[in-house]
């Protein structure tokens, strides 16, 4: 049953990914608006993580009104980002990447042109899923890879991959992944994107401070730059009011130290990419998905 119910869910997904690409846009922002509306109404507790996470963060500076503002511009940007990851797999590859726009995209050439491999690292921010074909045509000759959790229905995986495939790009599940990187950073001119904004078992982190609170962070990323000794290239991709453009934004890369002290690397390069994305969330916090419970790890009672 869960193998037929699998299929049935891809075929339909097919078939109304094929439908969405074939509307005009306005038409498909209706579609957009019409699931955000759906979503909530009936997902009252993505909204209750969503307004706990701006409550702990911003307190009073911000007033209700614009954290209802900020959750439902999330509603509607993860409406977005399932719709047109549905409609993207039929999207001519030149018609989609004529929608991308890039800031300091010299920060990638630079290393392509040396050869360099690279880890980038990204977190649930604007439309995150495009990384993984907004890019690669950056990086000819590369192996490239992005790390993305995988379901329980085979056919629905299949979708997912495909997803990455059409662009050059090897999905690798998070389960078990570490690894898969550290055998793919043993060959020259490899590429692997990472979210890094999500909260963490403390067995698997490194404690960090983001807004001002303690954190568990994923140190994957610090790992194989100081193991490496490649670069951490931080990218996010935010779209403009109507979706009809995409800014990819590339920060200038940075390594992680290689000192006797390891701890102390690690912890400073993880540090620097919390550092990096609230940055980021604070210039455009609307682009950010306020839904995760990002401070369960220290801070559980927020969420109660």
């Not at 009252?44 to 009104?65: H, I």
Request: with cysteine; hydrophobic share 40%.
């Amino acid at each position: 049953m869960k193998k037929i119910l699998g299929k049935l869910f891809v075929w339909g997904s097919c078939g109304f990914g094929y439908f969405l690409n074939l509307l005009p846009h306005r038409v498909f922002l209706l579609f957009v608006d019409g699931l955000s509306g759906i979503l909530r109404l009936v997902d009252k507790r993505r909204y209750k993580d969503a307004m706990s996470n701006l409550d702990f963060v911003y307190g009073e500076s911000k007033t209700l009104e614009e954290k209802q503002a900020i959750i439902k511009r999330c509603y509607r940007n993860f409406s977005f980002v399932l719709l047109e990851s549905a409609r993207a797999l039929y999207m001519k590859p030149q018609k989609l990447l004529e929608r991308f726009e890039y800031e300091n995209l010299e920060a990638l050439k630079n290393l392509v042109a040396e050869g360099k491999s690279a880890v980038l690292i990204s977190a649930h921010f604007g439309y995150w899923e495009a990384i993984a074909n907004s890019i690669p045509h950056f990086a000819p000759n590369y192996g490239k890879y992005s790390l993305g959790r995988l379901t329980q229905f085979q056919a629905i995986n299949e979708l997912i991959i495909r997803s990455r495939e059409n662009y050059g790009v090897k999905l690798i599940d998070k389960k078990g992944s570490f690894k898969q990187l550290l055998k793919i950073y043993m060959k020259p001119r490899q590429i692997a994107g990472i979210i890094v904004d999500q909260n963490m078992s403390e067995s698997e982190a490194v404690w960090v401070k983001f807004f001002g609170k303690e954190v568990t962070h994923t140190p994957v990323a610090s790992i194989l730059s100081r193991r490496f000794e490649i670069p951490i290239l931080p990218v996010f991709i935010d779209f403009n009011e109507d979706y009809t453009h995409f800014v990819v934004k590339f920060i200038d890369p940075f390594y992680c130290p290689n000192t006797h002290d390891m701890e102390a690397d690690l912890l400073e390069a993880t540090q620097k990419q919390a550092d990096i994305t609230q940055e980021i969330i604070e210039k455009y916090p609307s682009s950010w998905l306020w839904f995760h419970k990002r401070f369960k790890a220290k801070y559980p009672q927020i969420y109660s």
